[in-house]
């Protein structure tokens, strides 16, 4: 199995598919692929998650979980559980009751997967969960398809302060068919197809996805315009951009390298060697490499990804047996001793999209002394995780080992990565185009680099 470092991606791109995909809501309770007995599945998931979860799991939790049709919420708390002695026996108890159980479920669910989500919903993990399709999962990472969509990334409301009527576009890709409609960063989405954002049940996402050539209705109230603008997008084929740079020219300082890195998945590998090569030939004075909304991928892509920057220990994990194995990256010559690379300062941008493997990433900067963050905390999102196959063609991710930076060892799982230099996203700063992140790490660049007799001017980049 493909081992990962993935943060299961709650807020996906709008009409987008990511490397790491975010399953479908709607098919995890469609028919299952192929005629498994549903109660067949269900065990296969049990017994997954007792025997591979990165701690012991009680039993009798899980098996509370799937049982559960009170619309209590999903995590249960395991201490509340009767223990039980004989696994088997709570398995019959459970397998008798199975056709009630199923009953109470929504109209047109599937039993087995609804159980299954459930169960990995109650361990409270954001590296465990099932997904109705691991045929694709087990791809995902290892290609990037295009998704009919809209080519746009949004943020909950609540993110925000003041609150927006609703969700927030924060980034419209170059040449997407939002572009093309005129949807901007800053609008917040009050309608989908005249169903009001507020009153939409699950991801705004499912709604605006859809074939190409189709056409969604977006109403959204943009800043500076009074009344709200109504954008009928006809859909198309898009592919989300993995990669992006350019050198930015700092007063007092020169050229600074900027790396937008959006995903650690394999097709990013290249692309991203090929920025950084690019920018080393400039040559660049620093760096700013940008991973917000970066939600992680596969440990080979960070193997790779890192070792441009750093030489020396990478990564502790620690497994269910207690024991911590630490990933090394050694550059040709290098001594034993932690370095980075060139030797150049790192300012990383993060947000509470960054997660996983993006954050190990941030925090190997910083035990390094070579990184400052800047942005957001990040989402805590820590661990590694493995896809296992279920018998009717689906699978569940599940956490398998516990993650540390390479040198510190800081586990931030739940906790996150604080930056070094706040900065919040405000909706007026997305409308006009400032970004603020970037100013601030520039600013902090030309403080550690500006030559003598410098102009100590503020940076403004737009």
Known sequence: FRRVLFRSPTLAPIGTTSPRATPTPTTALGASPTAVPPLEVVRAAFDLLRQRYVVAVPAEALVAAARRTDGSPDRLDARGVPPVADIEALWQAFATDFDAIARAMPPGANAAHVAVRRMTSSLDDCHTSFTPDHARDASALSKVEPYGGIGAVIREARRFEPLPPGPVVVQVFDGSPAAEAGLRAGDAVIAVDDVSATAVTGPLTERVRGAP?????LQVERPGVAAPLELAIERGAVTVPLVGFRRVEVVGVGPIGFVRFRSFAQP???????????LRGAPVRGWVIDLRENGGGDLAVFERVASQFLSGPLAVTVERDGAPRTMMMRVAGESDDPTSIDHLPVAVLVNGETASAAELFAGDLGDYGVGRLFGERTAGCFGTSRLFRL????????????????????????TGLVPSVAVALRREDLASGRDAGLEAAL???????SVPNG??????VR
Do not use: C, K, N, Y
């Open 443 to 449: 600013t902090w660049l030309q403080d550690r680099l």
């Open 268 to 278: 990013a590998v290249a692309p991203f060697i090929e920025a950084v090569t690019t």
């Open 213 to 217: 050539g189709t056409t969604v209705r």
């Open 391 to 414: 018998p009717d063609g689906s699978g569940v991710w599940i956490t398998v080992s516990a993650l540390q930076t390479g040198v510190a060892r800081r586990d931030v799982h739940r």
């Open 455 to 460: 102009d100590p001017r503020q940076v403004t």
